[in-house]
């Protein structure tokens, strides 16, 4: 084969790598996902404050969302990994399970978690106001013990960073500090955390382009249903009330469906699907 053929081939191959990664990154209905976690909060005190409902009414609202189980540690494994996967209080688990990370990966989709004062390389404690137990992905040992993988887990300081060049990966799962998820504070104190930090790119037409800001917490305080507030904000959202029985594990088939995933064969397979809330 002559030079100039070899080139040509080299090009053609470069090129269909970009093709086939642009397309990996189109969603069905989105391209880009963000979660944002609270802690300890009933659905009517959640949706009282200012900045929630302003994001309850701007999009999607679910009037009958529920969290699996008290306390928080199981939601979180539910909402990543399929199901509670045996954990059954707060503690420092070591989860040899598949996750969405996996399903992401497996369709060249990126993710990256950004967790406020978390300390960096893999840090597997607690430290300051971050817990490990509002960051599930640590506790995945699929990823624990990857270093490269793990590499996607970095300080909240570095989502500002990573928006403003660009960079942000297909499904971001952002983790306030206990100040501002509410777990030490309150609600009130969570909602005008969200506000600030958040409204600048829920404002921002162009970075709100094919991406979904997605709210809930990590169980009810008192209620004994365990209904949570959860919404739905982003381009491509029809704005309503929607009362379809919904969980934790309905956010998770989502994004399966979303980007055509496949599921993890637990309690995700079987949620009922988030309804038609697409415009």
Known sequence: MSLSKVF????????????????????????RAIFVVFENTNYSNALKQPF??????????FTNFLAPTHPSQGNYVALTAGSMNGVTGDGLYNLNVNNIADLLEAKGLTWKVYAEDYPGNCFTGNSKKYVRKHNPF??????????SRCSNIVNA???????????LANYIFYVPNLNNDGHDTG????????????????????????TILVST???????????????????????GLFNDKLTLYSLLKLME????????????KTA?????IWL
Do not use: C, H, R
């Open 8 to 31: 040509t081939f080299f090009i053609f191959l470069t090129f269909v790598g970009f093709a086939n990664q642009s397309l990996a990154d189109k969603g069905k209905f989105f391209d």
């Open 52 to 61: 929630l409902k302003k994001l309850a009414n701007q999009g999607a609202l």
């Open 138 to 147: 640590i506790s995945f040992t699929n990823i624990q013990k990857n270093p």
């Open 157 to 167: 300081n570095q989502f500002d960073i990573d928006a403003k060049s660009g960079k």
């Open 187 to 210: 609600v009130a104190y969570a909602d005008k955390w969200y506000s600030q930090k958040f409204s600048n790119y829920v404002n921002d037409p162009q970075f709100m382009k094919n």
């Open 217 to 239: 917490f990590d169980e009810s305080g008192a209620s004994s249903k365990n209904q949570i507030y959860t919404s739905i904000v982003g381009a491509p959202i029809k704005p």
């Open 257 to 268: 469906e979303n980007w055509n995933l496949g599921d993890l064969g637990k309690l995700d």
């Open 272 to 276: 009922n699907s988030i309804p038609a």
